[in-house]
């Protein structure tokens, strides 16, 4: 039994050997991926579609389900989001895209810091290819429609339309998660 024992201590250190897994490696950054112009113009009309980017700044398009035509995308929206920051609209991304190169939107939503309701944490999270698909599907549709209003401050009641988001406050208040 004592002879035995070396080699079934040899075969239970091979075998934890070849279980044990090599630790993850950290990737510092991938290289941008070589799209074409094509593949970034139809990531950017798919992007611009789930994002939500129409949701907001294009009128009527979350009330028809989406089925407004292409050429009143992104036009911004008199639709006012009304709350405790002011009155915010959204803004003619197709006239802003015009007045941006691309190396100047790459930067500008890298960093992007908006008012409310605007998700620009997703922006910003966005990769760089999808940021660059945005800018040449935006650029791609040209200028069209009108500036979005300016933004209102507190305290200010915006003309209709708008969404009136009140913050609960008091025991009514949503419990913190």
Known sequence: ??????????????????????????????PATSLSDADLLARGDYLVRIAGCNDCHTPGYAEAGGKVARDT?????????????????????????????????????????????MPDFAVRDMSEDDRRAIYRFVRSLGAAGQPAPDALPPGTTPPAPYFGMVLPAGPEAPAAK
């Open 1 to 30: 039994m004592h002879s035995l024992r070396p080699v079934m201590l040899a075969a239970s250190m091979l075998a934890l050997a070849a279980c044990h897994s090599e630790a993850p490696r950290a990737v510092a950054s991938l």
């Open 73 to 117: 995308w992104l036009v911004g929206s008199p639709m006012g989001f009304h709350g405790p920051w002011g009155t915010t609209y959204p803004s003619n991304l197709r006239l802003r895209m015009q007045q941006l190169t691309e190396a100047q939107w790459m930067e500008y939503s890298a960093n992007l810091r908006t008012r409310p309701i």
